[in-house]
T-cell receptor
Framework: RKEVEQDPGPFNVPEGATVAFNCTYS??????FFWYRQDCRKEPKLLMS???SGNEDGRFTAQLNRASQYISLLIRDSKLSDSATYLC??????????????FGKGTKLSVKP | ETGVTQTPRHLVMGMTNKKSLKCEQH?????MYWYKQSAKKPLELMFV???????ENNSVPSRFSPECPNSSHLFLHLHTLQPEDSALYLC??????????????????FGAGSRLTVL
């Protein structure tokens, strides 16, 4: 079983749509969770951390389900500028050197006019 | 300059060449990393330096040789590479939370990457 698994997509949605991505992780000892965004031919950038209670940042909502070992990202009212690849990232321990960060392959989102 | 800067942005080299990738961070972080990103694969961690000490070497072939002269600079020396080494090489930095500062722990700031093509 892959350590961090994501649906590669692509997800093709119209502007204004709501889209959800899921990510599953295999190690139940995982402690920290993140979504990164990577635009085409650019570097990954942190989109948001994922907290146990769930958290929201504008149009973006992240949820964590430890029992089922999955993380979700919901994007409401999607914009053309949301088109990117969304990377799910899981850390085995909190803090420390980042050798314990595990990246998923990413889910590609394409928002059409 | 701010953030994490990488040079060169693009590099084409033959299998017998020797070249180096350079990374510099202006964020005051104390940990730096090299990642490899190939098409349709997740980011692969190559090396981790914390306080200029290599703390992780993820079974990377010896044709890749990292160097971290100080906490702001990181190099990746390349020699006798293979065509399958063609990829995007990303440098990143973070604040190592073991040093007592937990703000931003586990959060990486990446450079724009060096796209390497080996002929």
């Amino acid at each position: 079983r892959k350590e961090v698994e994501q649906d590669p997509g692509p997800f093709n949605v119209p502007e204004g749509a709501t889209v959800a991505f899921n990510c599953t992780y295999s190690n139940s000892a995982s402690q920290s969770f993140f979504w990164y965004r990577q635009d085409c031919r650019k570097e990954p950038k942190l989109l948001m951390s994922v907290y146990s209670s769930g958290n929201e940042d504008g149009r973006f909502t992240a949820q964590l389900n430890r029992a089922s070992q999955y993380i979700s990202l919901l994007i409401r009212d999607s914009k053309l500028s949301d088109s990117a690849t969304y990377l799910c990232v899981v850390a085995l321990v909190y803090g420390g050197s980042q050798g314990n960060l595990i990246f998923g392959k990413g889910t590609k989102l394409s928002v059409k006019p | 300059e701010t953030g994490v800067t990488q040079t060169p942005r693009h590099l084409v080299m033959g299998m017998t060449n020797k070249k180096s990738l350079k990374c510099e961070q202006h964020l005051g972080h104390n940990a730096m990393y090299w990642y490899k990103q190939s098409a349709k694969k997740p980011l692969e961690l190559m090396f981790v330096y914390s306080l200029e000490e290599r703390v992780e070497n993820n079974s990377v072939p010896s044709r890749f040789s990292p160097e971290c002269p100080n906490s702001s600079h990181l190099f990746l020396h390349l020699h006798t590479l293979q065509p399958e080494d063609s990829a995007l090489y990303l440098c990143a930095s973070s604040q190592d939370a073991r040093q007592g500062k937990i703000s931003g722990a586990n959060v990486l700031t990446f450079g724009a990457g060096s796209r390497l093509t080996v002929l």
